[in-house]
């Protein structure tokens, strides 16, 4: 696994903290997704027809992480022709009109008068910048705003608008949502046949003899981390309790180990101890039980971080979880994405 720290936005080394709060872990899944998309970028090339794919996960998996790195690997370049955008990646803006969304293209990808302009000029715009700064890839994050928040109708418009936009250009699409994004692929047939592969970005598994990779990642932030864990977090006890925790999420993790951190620091401690933890994991349930009553799920019922709590107390991975990683997941064929799409919506 390796890790990447984003420079400070004025350039300057950041300090300790900063640099946790920075810390990517270039994880397995995370190697294997932007393998993935860079294997539709070249398979694009020259084609009369691009190939797109569509990322999926759940909130907090680490969707828009795995767009930001891919995003750095090809910077943006400066020749003395013009410029180079060779990804160019946006957030789908709320609400997602064809207006909003060419702004936002434009604007990122480096137009100076990107406001300026009827929707057609700006999208003839668009289509020669495209050509211009020899774009090879789109990423656009948050696909699900192509479903309307507030009456969950899909916005159809917008969704032929990037239908033409890949036809026209020929330029790749990678769209990142969660997985109700599907929804919006299904509603356009022709937008549906342009992407030829759904990839789903899940938690990290529980961890096995055949899976370490939860070990690795808290191998990582251990190595990483600027106070000392009182405890090795890779070790049989802590492991499980670090899963029960964060149920294998990249967000609810980093958010632990940033916090906890950041709380000791301020109290001036040496240590970071399990009870720091506890104390960080009981306030956490306890500020989001306010706000609903019935949390009360067995994940939550016991702190994972208490002294007399042992992995019989957490809820078990299910099945699926505990078996070895799939060498590589085969693309997902129609028959099962309409499949999962029912699931997902029964
Ligand atoms: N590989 C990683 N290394 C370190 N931290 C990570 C990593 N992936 C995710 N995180 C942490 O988890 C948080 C959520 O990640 P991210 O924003 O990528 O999730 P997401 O799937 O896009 O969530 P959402 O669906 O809510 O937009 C980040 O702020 C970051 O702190
Ligand atoms: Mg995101």
Request: aromatic fraction near 12%.
């Given at each position: 696994m390796k890790t990447s720290r984003n420079s400070t936005r004025d350039g300057l080394k950041p300090d300790a903290y900063t640099a946790m709060q920075q810390l990517v872990i270039e994880h397995p899944q995370i190697k294997r997704t932007i393998a993935r998309i860079d294997e539709y970028k070249e398979a694009s090339k020259g084609s009369r027809e691009p190939n797109c794919m569509l990322i999926l996960g759940r909130p907090g998996v680490g969707k828009t992480t795995i767009k930001d790195l891919y995003t750095a690997k090809y910077a943006i370049e400066k020749t003395d022709t013009g410029t180079k955008v060779p990804v160019l990646s946006a957030t789908i803006p709320v609400p997602a009109t064809m207006m909003t969304l060419v702004t936002a293209l434009l604007t990122k990808i480096g137009d100076p008068l990107a406001v300026k302009g009827t929707l057609h000029q700006k999208t003839l715009r668009l289509y020669r910048l495209l050509k211009e700064c020899e774009t090879e890839m789109i990423l656009l994050d948050e696909f699900h705003h192509f479903i309307d928040c507030d009456s969950e109708k899909i916005l159809n418009s917008v969704s032929n608008w990037l239908k033409n936009l890949i036809s026209e250009t020929k330029v790749p699409v990678t769209l990142i949502g969660?997985?109700?994004?599907l929804r919006v692929l299904f509603a356009n047939s022709q937008l549906e046949r342009r992407f030829s592969d759904i990839l789903h970005i899940s938690?990290?598994?529980?961890?096995s003899a055949n899976n370490k990779d939860f070990k690795h990642l808290l191998k990582i932030i251990q190595e990483h981390a600027i106070l000392k864990f009182d405890?090795?977090?890779?070790?049989e006890d802590m492991l499980p309790r670090m899963y029960a925790a964060?149920?294998?999420?990249l967000s609810p993790l980093m958010l632990l180990v940033r916090m906890v951190t950041f709380s000791c620091k301020k109290q001036g401690k040496k240590t970071i101890e399990l009870k720091d933890m506890a104390e960080f994991h009981h306030r956490k349930i306890s500020a989001m039980s306010k706000g609903n009553p019935n949390l009360r799920t067995s994940r939550y019922?016991?702190?994972?971080?208490?002294?007399?709590?042992?992995?019989?107390?957490?809820?078990k991975p299910s099945s699926k979880s505990q078996k070895p990683a799939a060498k590589r997941k085969p693309p997902m064929s129609k028959a099962e994405a309409s499949r999962e799409i029912r699931e997902i919506y029964s």
């Open positions: 969660l997985p109700k994004s938690p990290i598994k529980y961890p405890m090795d977090l890779t070790s964060t149920n294998g999420y019922e016991k702190n994972p971080f208490s002294l007399d709590w042992t992995p019989a107390d957490a809820v």
